[in-house]
């Protein structure tokens, strides 16, 4: 069974490894934001407590965290997801998209999820299409990608 945990509520030592995390060059080489400082990373952790568009997730799997998912520019029209696992796992990206799709769709309800990826990053843009996504734009650094939601 999956649990969120909510940024706005990670313990100390939570805040530090999602960190750490974020900050781990398998990740960072995919993030616009190559390395975040501990200052910056705590300052912004308080910011998502008045921000109503964004919600952060960190992601608990029979008792091991798994990743990170997020959701930013919310609207009842679409949202975009942010997702990085924890960079010393294998084969948590399904389990995390399946968790994306079902939170934007069902709890967000939101019409259609969208995402931004690196061209270079094959692997995000696989799983993503696996998942149904679709390339609507694309420029000299990134892919666009949305999905609508066909639930209702």
Not at 5 to 15: A, H, P, R
């Amino acid at each position: 069974m999956l649990e969120l945990i909510n940024f706005t509520s990670l313990s100390g030592e939570q805040k530090l490894m999602v960190l750490k995390w974020r900050n781990d060059e398998r990740i960072a080489k995919f993030m616009k934001n190559k390395s975040v400082g501990k200052e910056e990373h705590f300052a912004f952790l308080e910011r998502l407590k008045s921000i109503q568009d964004k919600i952060y997730f960190l992601v608990k799997d029979e008792g091991e965290f798994i990743g990170v998912v997020s959701f930013v520019d919310i609207t009842k029209e679409s949202c975009e997801f942010g997702v990085y696992k924890n960079p010393e796992l294998k084969g948590v990206g399904k389990k995390l998209l399946d968790l994306i799709k079902d939170y934007a769709f069902f709890t967000l309800k939101v019409g259609s999820l969208k995402a931004k990826a690196y061209n270079n990053n094959e692997k995000a843009l696989s799983l993503y299409e696996n998942f149904g996504f679709r390339i609507y734009a694309k420029d000299d650094e990134f892919s666009y990608l949305e999905l609508k939601n066909e639930t209702d």
